[in-house]
């Protein structure tokens, strides 16, 4: 019977021993991929200020181009540089 029981409680500390190491890996594991979410959340950020360079630029290119445009009718350039300059006035009114 002692001989039953000390297997078993070999069998236990194996298997205690084998859930340390699948902890300890799972552990290291959960480090690693914390280090991949924060990575990737950086180049999210830095690819969204990107997008917003990139739309500010193509927004001023559409103004630009239809201001300079031979084609383009006056009254809509009149009204695009309205809506700026109210655009404007609002962010100096936010910042009084």
Do not use: F, G, H
């Not at 103004?63 to 809506?83: E, F, G, P, Q, Y």
């Amino acid at each position: 019977m002692a001989e039953y029981q000390d297997k078993l409680l070999i069998d236990l500390e194996v298997r205690i021993k084998q859930l340390m190491l699948l902890c300890d890996s799972l552990k290291d594991e959960n480090v690693r991929l914390k280090a991949e979410i924060q990575s990737k959340q950086q180049e999210i950020d830095s690819l969204n200020i990107e997008l917003k360079q990139l739309k500010t630029k193509y927004d001023n290119l559409k103004l630009a181009r239809t201001i300079t445009a031979a084609s383009v009718n006056v009254d809509d350039a009149r009204a695009k540089l309205s809506k700026l300059v109210r655009e404007v006035d609002k962010c100096i009114n936010l910042l009084k």
